[in-house]
């Protein structure tokens, strides 16, 4: 009797796991039988995986199958991470600047210009801390930068972070050549760019060399670049036999009050013959703190008679 009860329990539990086996797995089942109708009508044996892997998806009814991710945002995945910042020194990019004239307040005699950094004019190749500092030293060509990020004779300096740079308007002369380090300094490292600019007035349209002022038909000037030198030539091409013949060269500062950048050459002839007449000067471009020289060049003839000067601003490029 005891045997009997026993059996009877035993295939109540059996029965009771078939039904909740039926109720998980119904709609897997259904879709089971579905398939295996269809394989049959196109005459296709079915596949075992067709049948395991949706019964494998469906024997844990509280898993939900993430294929593909799961959209609803409560998956594991990792996002990809973003603005990491890299464990090494700052890279520098090209740093960017414009020009202005100064404001008329500040510039009464029109000899002042401006030196406008933006805040985008200095980025990094890589992503920096905040506190990353980026330093702006203005000067001369006397200015030097040290190994370890310091500058020495500088003029003026600014000292900002990547987190409150907002950009910097530097007050200059017009017409002369600064040097501009840009320091940036981190505990991973240090980086550095220089830049040789200036704010040019009467340089704006000045040209490079090899240039021409004049007509070199008559009476000219002839500037040339060889190496650190700009030789400055003046010509004269006389038509006939003259009298009294005197032609002169010679370089000046662009700035208001003329300083003398290329020496005063002078070519004095009492009876000139018909042809070509030349006087040369030159000067070394290192170490000239301005952006041109303004090149002059005056004639005087006493038979035939004429009196021409010929002048221009000739670019001194950086050394």
């Keep these: 009797m005891k045997t009997s009860n026993q059996t009877n329990l035993h295939c109540d539990r059996l029965y009771q796991r078939s039904i909740q086996f039926l109720r998980w797995n119904l709609p897997v089942l259904t879709w089971t039988v579905i398939s295996l109708s269809v394989l049959k009508c196109e005459g296709t044996s079915p596949d075992p995986k067709t049948i395991l892997v949706p019964l494998l998806v469906a024997a844990e009814p509280n898993t939900s199958a993430n294929l593909g991710g799961n959209q609803s945002g409560s998956g594991t995945e990792t996002p990809i991470g973003v603005g990491e910042i890299p464990a090494s020194p700052p890279l520098l990019n090209e740093v960017t600047y414009i020009t202005n004239p100064a404001n008329p307040a500040d510039d009464p005699y029109s000899t002042k210009g401006l030196l406008q950094f933006q805040k985008t004019s200095v980025s990094f190749q890589k992503p920096v801390p905040a506190n990353t500092e980026i330093n702006f030293y203005f000067g001369k060509n006397n200015m030097a930068l040290n190994p370890d990020g310091t500058v020495t004779n500088a003029i003026e300096t600014l000292k900002r972070t990547t987190s409150n740079f907002s950009g910097y308007t530097y007050l200059c002369d017009s017409d002369k050549k600064y040097k501009v380090f840009v320091v940036a300094k981190n505990e991973f490292g240090i980086a550095t760019k220089e830049l040789r600019i200036g704010h040019a007035r009467k340089c704006a349209d000045a040209p490079k060399t090899p240039a021409f002022f004049g007509d070199c038909n008559d009476h000219c000037i002839e500037a040339t670049k060889a190496g650190d030198t700009i030789e400055l030539t003046a ?65 005087i003839m006493g038979q035939p008679f004429q009196f021409t000067i010929t002048n221009g601003y000739i670019s001194i490029p950086n050394e």
Excluded at 259 to 282: M, R, V, W
Aim: hydrophobic share 40%; proline share 9%; glycine share 4%.
């Design 235 to 299: 010509k004269f091409n006389l038509p006939v036999q003259g009298s009294s013949l005197n032609l002169d060269i010679v370089g000046y500062s662009p700035r208001s009050l003329p300083e003398t950048i290329a020496p005063f050459a002078d070519l004095e002839i009492p009876i000139p013959n018909a042809g070509l007449h030349t006087i040369k000067t030159s000067f070394n471009i290192q170490n000239k703190e301005l952006l041109c020289a303004r090149v002059e060049s005056t004639l």
